[in-house]
């Protein structure tokens, strides 16, 4: 169980990372105006904010692959938490599909994380 835990954490900071290579490098790129449903041009007004945002996903990543590197519940449990909240303000803010695509993985990794004895 515990092997699937972390399984489930390290697919989550590997979104994340997913996340920072889309929103850092990939936004003003053709997958990331697709990903994002941007234009080209409000792509590059937003270019600084989106690295802005991607810096974070990093810093959720490391979390994450901290918690998991040094065996910590505590920390794999806090960085998916921020990520659930995350999720949800963008879910709320955004489109509901952030739910599916961060909230939702991060809430099944936690709920077996939170499991485990």
């Given at each position: 169980m515990q092997m699937i835990a972390n399984l489930l954490v390290l697919l989550v900071a590997l979104l994340h990372l997913y996340f920072l290579v889309l929103e850092m490098c990939l936004w003003t790129r053709p997958i990331g105006l697709k990903t994002f449903r941007n234009t080209p041009e409000k792509a590059?007004?937003?270019?600084?904010?989106?690295a802005n945002q991607g810096l974070y996903n990093g810093f959720l990543a490391a979390g994450l692959l901290?918690?998991?590197?040094?065996?910590?519940r505590e920390f794999c449990v806090f960085f998916l938490a921020c990520v659930v909240v995350a999720g949800l303000y963008g879910a709320?803010?955004?489109?509901?599909r952030i739910f599916f695509v961060q909230a939702l993985p991060a809430l099944v990794a936690m709920a077996v994380v939170l499991l485990l004895p």
């Open positions: 590059e007004t937003t270019r600084v904010l989106a901290y918690g998991v590197a040094t065996g910590s709320y803010s955004v489109s509901r």
